[in-house]
C-alpha cells in the first residue's frame, strides 16, 4: 500500500494523541471521563492542551487557547461587549472546560432553551447588571411572550436572547453595526416576524426609519425590548392609546374628548383606539389613498364597529380640537357658548341656593296681625 506523507504524518499524530491521553487519564480519570461525552470527545488531551510536552507535567499550566481551533467565534468574541469578561468568556456560557456539549444537544447551556438561563446567570443578577450599567432583563423576559412561549410551553422556534443579540459578536446597542441598534430593530425582529417587517417598511414609520428620522418607531418602540406582551391581552389593549401618545401627544389630547376615550377610561375594551383606525404596522397618513383614513376609506373602517356607517357618518373627526379656531371655528364657538351656558346655570342656581339659604336662616317669621 502507497502511504502518502500527509497520510503518515496525520497518523503518527493521532497514535501520539492517543498515548499522551492514556497517561494523561492516569491522573485525569474524572476529566477525561466527561471529556469522552462531550463535544470534543474525539479529540485527544493534548490537541487542547498543546503547551504540555512531558509526562509528569508542571502544576501550573498555561490555559487552553480556544482561538487555535474556534478562530471565526474568537474573533467575534473579541469585537463583542463580552471580550472583558474573564479570563476565559468562552466557558462562561458554554459550561466547564471538559464537559461543553454540542449547541444541539437538550443538556448544553446554550441550547435554545437553557440559553436564557446561561445569559440570566450574569444579566440576572442585579449587582452585576448594576456594575455593567445595564438594566436587569432577565426577569422580564421570562415574562414575556417571547419567554413563556420557550420556558414554559417548550417551543423552540421562540426568540431566545441569541435570536435578537446574536451569539458570539454581541454589540452595544450603541454601536451602528449591532443588531439591536436602533436603526436596526426592525430587520432583527423581521427574522421571525417576516409579515408584520413588510407592513412595518411600506407604512409611514418604516418610511421615516429608512428616511434616517431620528424620532421614528421602530418595534421596542411600541412593544417594548424585553418585557414583550401578546397584544391579545387587554393590560396590553388598555395601554396602547397612552404608547401611541408618547409621540403623538396632541392627538391623544384631543382623543381623550372623545366618547371613545371616556369609554375607555371606565374599563371597557371593545373600544376603539388608535390602531383600530390606524392600523397596526402599515399604518399610512390619510393622504395617502391606501390608508385606513383616506376619504374613501373612511366608512369602511368605521363599519368595522359600526355596521352600516355611512360616508355622512364617517365625517366624523375624533381629533377635533375645540382650542384650534382656524381649523375647527364652529366648534370653537360652539364649545364657548356650552361653556358660557353651563357656567350661567351653575351660577343662577348658586345665587338662587345662597339666597334662599339666606331667606330661610335670616327672613322674617310669619305670625298673625292684630
Known sequence: MNWGAPTLLALGLSMMGQAATTDCLSCHQDQGTSAKASVHGSLSCTQCHSTIHEYPHPQQVT????????DGSAHDIAASVHASVGAQPCLNCHGPAHSILPASDPKSSVYAMNLPHTCGECHGNAQIAKQAGLKEVY????????????????????????????SH??????????????????????????GPLKSYTAGIH?????????????CTSCHTAH?????ETTSWQMKTTATCGGCHKDELITY????????????????ARCWDCHGEHEILPASDPKSTIAASN???????????????????????????????????????????????VLGFFALHTFLWFIRSRFGTKGGSHE
Not at 142 to 164: E, F, Q
Open 63 to 70: 490555559r487552553v487557547n480556544c482561538a487555535s481551533c474556534h
Open 139 to 166: 426577569s422580564l423576559y421570562l415574562d414575556s411572550i417571547h419567554g413563556r412561549a420557550l420556558t414554559k410551553n417548550g417551543l423552540l422556534v421562540a426568540a431566545n436572547c441569541s435570536s435578537c443579540h446574536g
Open 169 to 194: 459578536k454581541i454589540l452595544s446597542s450603541k454601536n451602528k453595526a449591532s443588531r439591536t441598534n436602533y436603526a436596526n430593530v426592525p430587520a432583527t425582529c423581521g427574522t421571525c416576524h417576516a
Open 206 to 218: 418604516g418610511q421615516m426609519l429608512e428616511a434616517g428620522v431620528d424620532s421614528a418607531p421602530v
Open 227 to 231: 418585557q414583550i406582551s401578546s397584544v
Open 256 to 271: 381623550h374628548d372623545t366618547f371613545h376615550a371616556q369609554v375607555s377610561a371606565l374599563g371597557y375594551v371593545e373600544v
Open 298 to 344: 373612511r366608512a369602511a373602517t368605521c363599519a368595522k364597529c359600526h355596521t352600516g356607517a355611512s360616508a355622512s357618518f364617517a365625517t366624523y373627526d375624533p381629533h377635533a380640537d375645540s382650542h384650534d379656531v382656524k381649523h375647527y371655528p364652529a366648534l370653537h364657538y360652539s364649545a364657548i357658548f356650552m361653556n358660557l351656558l353651563l357656567a350661567g
